[in-house]
């Protein structure tokens, strides 16, 4: 079998990115690309540039990666259902919810492999999180809290920050804890002047009683990712910038000071940070994408897991509105 052949449609800040990694892995070749607006980071180079879904198609493509704004996602993605076309959608996966059922309801009647953009899955300090926490190394986990702030990213004009920056931590908590959500309370904030949410303070239960927190925000000059999973013997700490993971476990020795131990909780025990192998998180989701389509392996976050988070951020977002505890 000859290699995949790709398309790529949106030549943003994201989609350059996705123009490198699909020439560099093997199995995939990247025979045309389209945006409407035109080429401004000089993705294209050699290969054909489009401006139309309708000119791409006709490259005869057996796969796409869409990374136009969200808004478009729904018009886009339905295009290359009907076409046939597997697709790699940028998170989240669309606007709305209906536009996202449209969109999984078209692929998986088709058959096709449609997969979501949520690359924290794929980041090596999360996965060997999961692993660790599947393997009972933390033995009952009790939360799950994840800080993701920054500075505002110009290239985002459709959503707030609960759809862009915070799907990435509804994914992934639900997906270390393999629990989905029960329960979400929050709270919002404007303060750039933007008509969507600039930052959000929320806070949940997953269907397995782990609770969970996330600070979201596009107002900080601290660039922070962090994911923080506690249980009883003691706490992983992943920074996905970094990619580095630490276990601060929770200490066994016993205290003379008559103060201290009768308090009746954790101690501070010994500190590990872990050695791994750090591959580009982008570069292992797309070949996850390409081995989904071969039928080698199933390791890719589907339309309806993506479905499922922006059910969660739907739900964040009205409490926002309401002021209540929203069940899902």
């Known amino acids: 079998?000859?290699?995949?052949?790709?398309?790529?449609?949106?030549?943003?800040m994201m989609g350059r990115h996705h123009a490198r990694v699909l020439r560099e892995i093997d199995g995939v070749r990247l025979v045309a690309v389209a945006d409407a607006m035109g080429d401004p980071h000089n993705v294209a180079g050699s290969t054909p540039l489009c401006n139309s879904v309708e000119e791409l198609l006709g490259h005869n493509l057996d796969m796409v990666v869409v990374a136009v704004p969200t808004i478009f996602h729904e018009a886009v993605g339905l295009k290359f259902a009907e076409a046939g076309v597997h697709a790699l959608i940028e998170k989240p996966l669309a606007n709305t919810l209906d536009e996202g059922l449209n969109l999984v309801d078209a692929f998986e009647s088709r058959g096709l492999v449609g997969a979501v953009g949520?690359?924290?899955?794929?980041?090596?300090?999360?996965?060997?999180?999961?692993?660790?926490i599947e393997a009972g190394?933390?033995?009952d986990v009790y939360q799950i809290a994840t800080r993701r702030q920054g500075p505002f990213p110009s290239r985002i004009a459709d959503v707030g920050v609960v759809k862009d920056l915070g799907t990435h931590d509804i994914d992934?908590?639900?997906?270390?804890?393999?629990s989905p959500y029960e329960s979400v309370y929050a709270q919002t904030a404007l303060k750039s002047g933007?008509?969507?949410?600039?930052?959000?303070?929320?806070?949940?239960?997953?269907?397995?009683k782990i609770v969970t927190s996330h600070l979201v925000n596009w107002l900080s000059p601290l660039k922070e990712r962090v994911t923080i999973a506690t249980g009883e013997k003691g706490s992983l700490v992943a920074d996905t910038i970094s990619a580095d993971l630490t276990?601060?476990?929770n200490g066994v020795l016993e205290t003379a000071w008559d103060s201290i131990?009768?308090?009746?909780?954790?101690?501070?025990?010994?500190?590990?940070?872990?050695?791994?192998?750090k591959r580009e998180p982008l570069r292992v989701e797309h070949e996850?994408?390409?081995?989904?389509?071969?039928?080698?392996?199933?390791?890719?976050?589907?339309?309806?897991e993506g479905l499922e988070t922006l059910r969660v951020a739907e739900a964040i977002l009205e409490s926002s509105r309401t002021g209540n505890s929203v069940k899902l």
């Open 1 to 12: 079998m000859g290699d995949l052949r790709a398309g790529l449609v949106g030549l943003g």
């Open 118 to 132: 949520h690359i924290e899955r794929f980041n090596p300090s999360l996965q060997n999180m999961r692993e660790r």
């Open 137 to 139: 190394e933390l033995g």
């Open 172 to 178: 992934s908590t639900s997906w270390l804890a393999q």
């Open 194 to 208: 933007r008509p969507h949410e600039d930052l959000v303070v929320a806070t949940g239960r997953l269907s397995n």
């Open 247 to 249: 276990f601060y476990e």
């Open 261 to 277: 131990a009768a308090f009746r909780g954790m101690s501070e025990g010994r500190i590990i940070r872990y050695a791994l192998t």
């Open 288 to 304: 996850a994408f390409r081995d989904a389509i071969l039928g080698i392996r199933q390791d890719i976050v589907t339309m309806r």
